[in-house]
Nanobody, 115 residues
Framework: QVQLVESGGGWVQAGGSLRLSCVASGIRFSITAMGWYRQAPGKQREMVATITSGGSTNYADSVKGRFTISRDNAKNTVYLQMNSLKPEDTAVYYC?????????WGQGTRVTVSS
């Protein structure tokens, strides 16, 4: 059974930082592409950042230069370091694992950025 468990969300003032973590189990983590997505109230879920099994990263334009995705294969964990947070970053953040042909989602962790 695949499980993705996110943590690290919370409330922060604009300009602050948070680090999200996602621990995966039930998958061969080292060969799995991982990602972070977010969904703000009334909006569709959108990609924030992804990282391949080889460590290549991709970011949404809105977070480039502020967010960093990384992975620790020894800990089956993917991270999202979020700096210079803005109110528009407020959303539920979801961990994603892609192991073709399957895709898995975590339960989400809420991030609230106040102005």
């Amino acid at each position: 059974q695949v499980q993705l468990v996110e943590s690290g969300g919370g409330w922060v003032q604009a300009g602050g930082s948070l680090r999200l973590s996602c621990v995966a189990s039930g998958i061969r983590f080292s060969i799995t592409a991982m990602g972070w997505y977010r969904q703000a109230p009334g909006k569709q879920r959108e990609m924030v950042a992804t990282i391949t099994s080889g460590g290549s990263t991709n970011y949404a334009d809105s977070v480039k230069g502020r967010f960093t995705i990384s992975r620790d294969n020894a800990k089956n964990t993917v991270y999202l370091q979020m700096n210079s947070l803005k109110p528009e970053d407020t959303a539920v953040y979801y961990c994603n694992a892609k192991n073709y042909p399957r895709t898995y989602w975590g339960q989400g962790t809420r991030v609230t950025v106040s102005s």
